[in-house]
């Protein structure tokens, strides 16, 4: 039982670069998430997918897409990387989408762009 | 969501308890208080969750008041590897919410 897992846990882009962040969990949880962390933040949420087949923006969307491939897999894209898309990107899971459910973190991808 | 405010950062020393208060003085009746810990390029995990009262776990113990507008979040005896920052949420158990992790607080223990 792996949890949640991420790739890459590194990379770094030139600016318009593009790229896809890689996200899968095998608690057969219904809610999954993207966060970024900027240095010395907090996380703020990019997209979630409340269940399997829906999306919606969260507090920081702009610059990215995102795609829940399946009830396992939620993808994040960047289609044109801006040194300001530099950050550390958290990607989650819960069983539910209520603050009373635990969300599980992966290990994270740290992304720079130059 | 309930806003709420807790301490930017604390220091202790090894051996120490540390309590972390966490103010939320709009927390709504079937608001549940959360802590996330997160230690240094790690994600956040759970570590106690509590409504009412006074819960305890392996890792922690929860101090909720009458009121509910603020929860105390206690650490016993701390190790150099409770060095991590501590978030407090509030949220309910139905519909889907968005967490707001907010900057938490930065609890550095020394030697």
């Known amino acids: 039982n792996a949890g949640v897992t991420q790739t890459p846990k590194f990379q770094v882009l030139k600016t318009g670069q593009s790229m896809t962040l890689q996200c899968a969990q095998d608690?057969?949880?219904?809610?999954m998430y993207w966060y970024r962390q900027d240095p010395g933040m907090g996380l703020r949420l990019i997209y979630y997918?409340?269940?399997?087949?829906?999306?919606d923006k969260g507090e920081v969307p702009n610059g990215y897409n995102v795609s829940r491939l399946n009830k396992r897999e939620f993808s994040l894209r960047l289609e044109s990387a801006a040194p300001s898309q530099t950050s550390v990107y958290f990607c989650?899971?819960?069983?539910?989408?209520?603050?009373?459910?635990?969300?599980?973190f992966g290990p994270g991808t740290r992304l720079t762009v130059l | 969501l309930a806003k709420t405010t807790q301490p930017i950062s604390m220091d202790s020393y090894e051996g120490q308890e540390v309590n972390i208060t966490c103010s939320h003085n709009?927390?709504?009746?079937?608001?549940?208080i959360t802590w996330y810990q997160q230690f240094p390029s790690q994600g956040p995990r759970f570590i106690i969750q509590?409504?009412?009262t006074k819960v305890t776990n392996e890792v922690a113990s929860l101090f909720i008041p009458a009121d509910r507008k603020s929860s105390t979040l206690s650490l016993p005896r701390v190790s150099l590897s409770d060095t991590a920052v501590y978030y407090c949420?509030?949220?309910?158990?139905?519909?889907?919410?968005?967490?707001?992790f907010g900057t938490g607080t930065r609890l550095l223990v020394s030697p």
């Open positions: 989650a899971s819960s069983a539910q989408g209520s603050s009373y459910n635990e969300q599980f």
């Open positions: 608690m057969n949880h219904n809610s």
């Open positions: 997918s409340a269940s399997e087949g829906t999306t």
């Open positions: 709009n927390i709504a009746t079937n608001d549940y």
């Open positions: 509590g409504y009412k």
């Open positions: 949420l509030v949220g309910g158990n139905t519909g889907f919410q968005k967490l707001v």
